[in-house]
């Protein structure tokens, strides 16, 4: 089974107007918790993290929200631009199983002009 | 030119064949991983190696091998390709504590079995 889930394959946003990524997690052992970004034929790179201590990072646009007693996050992207358009992956790490990153199935945002 | 380069970038390849993707790194890291990205399933790991002398399995690596030739040098092996291993294989690179953001990814390579 996945650890790391993101239900929504795709989301449509109109441009201006607020984006947001949801994912959901089952390890209550995972330590932080990040967001890729992916543009097609590029690999993906690192967007933000947060704690598994802290509810909310910001930088920027960008805002992750983290809820361990639903054991879920999410990323919020205001305002939403074109250029985000790109496939978001949500991962995860602990760092007692060698921190390597556990990722979810992603999602595409589709930023409209 | 890039931290972490993956050849080749694009590769078709019939079923029974083998073929190898190469990875080669900038970064000076020590850890180094082989992913794979399936629509909807993510990125998988497939081996990870966290110094020359050090091989490990990730959690897709049946019908996978990796030769760790350098620190700077990792290639993955399809022995005898099949079509579920069509996908797009990511090669990344970490410093060694090991946290998230310290991840760097090639471009990939997109493999199709035909």
């Known amino acids: 089974d996945q650890q790391v889930k993101q239900n929504s394959p795709s989301l449509s946003v109109q441009e201006g107007r607020i984006s947001i990524l949801n994912c959901d997690y089952t390890?209550?052992?995972?330590?932080?918790f990040l967001w890729y970004k992916k543009y097609p034929a590029e690999g993906p790179t690192f967007l933000i993290s947060?704690?598994?201590?802290?509810d909310k990072n910001e930088d920027g646009r960008f805002t992750v929200f983290l809820n361990k007693s639903a054991k879920h996050l999410s990323l919020h992207i205001v305002p939403s631009q074109p250029g985000d358009s790109a496939v978001y992956f949500c991962?995860?790490?602990?760092?007692?199983?060698?921190?390597?990153?556990?990722f979810g199935g992603g999602t595409r945002l589709m930023v409209k002009p | 030119d890039a931290d972490v380069t993956q050849t080749p970038r694009n590769r078709i390849t019939k079923t029974g064949k083998r073929i190898m993707l190469e990875c080669s790194q900038t970064?000076?890291?020590?850890?180094m991983y082989w992913y794979r990205q399936d629509p909807g399933l993510g990125l998988r790991l497939i081996y990870y190696?966290?110094?020359?002398?050090?091989?490990n399995k990730g959690e897709i690596s049946d019908g996978y091998s990796v030769s760790r030739q350098a620190q700077a040098k990792f290639s993955l092996s399809l022995e005898s390709a099949i079509p579920n291993q069509t996908a797009l294989y990511f090669c990344?690179?970490?410093?060694?504590?090991?946290?998230?953001?310290?991840?760097?990814f090639g471009s990939g390579t997109r493999l199709t079995v035909v």
């Open positions: 970064k000076g890291h020590d850890r």
């Open positions: 190696s966290f110094d020359v002398k050090d091989i």
């Open positions: 390890n209550s052992m995972f330590d932080y």
């Open positions: 990344a690179t970490s410093e060694g504590a090991g946290i998230g953001y310290g991840y760097t």
């Open positions: 947060i704690s598994s201590i802290k």
């Open positions: 991962a995860a790490i602990h760092n007692n199983a060698g921190n390597m990153l556990t």
